[in-house]
């Protein structure tokens, strides 16, 4: 059984940080991509980052250049380091998961709020 949870969530500043984690129960994990979703209230769930097998990433415009997707293979993790944050990243931030370039892959975590307010 397939279990995503995710860890870091909080409050920060606008212009502060956070670095989320994902710790994934999965066999091979090195195998699948790795994805970040975020969900603001009232709007649609978007895809923010991705991470593939070979470590290639793909990132949403909103977040070029603030945020960095990552993973350690050894700890079956994927981490999401934000910078930079703006009030319009507050959401509840979803790990995903799946083999292949087809998104959503089909194992989600839980979720954990990320909220930048003053």
């Known amino acids: 059984q397939v279990q995503l949870v995710e860890s870091g969530g909080g409050l920060v500043q606008p212009g502060g940080s956070l670095r989320l984690s994902c710790a994934a129960s999965?066999?091979?994990?090195?195998?699948?991509?790795m994805n970040w979703y975020r969900q603001a209230p009232g709007k649609q769930r978007e895809l923010v980052a991705r991470?593939?097998?070979?470590?290639?990433?793909k990132y949403a415009d909103s977040v070029k250049g603030r945020f960095t997707i990552s993973r350690d293979n050894t700890k079956n993790t994927v981490y999401l380091q934000m910078n930079t944050l703006k009030p319009e990243d507050t959401a509840v931030y979803y790990c995903?998961?799946?083999?292949?370039?087809?998104?959503?892959?089909?194992?989600w975590g839980q979720g954990t709020q990320v909220t930048v307010s003053s």
């Open positions: 991470i593939f097998s070979g470590n290639i990433t």
């Open positions: 995903n998961a799946g083999i292949g370039a087809l998104v959503p892959g089909p194992y």
């Open positions: 999965i066999s091979r994990f090195s195998i699948y991509a």
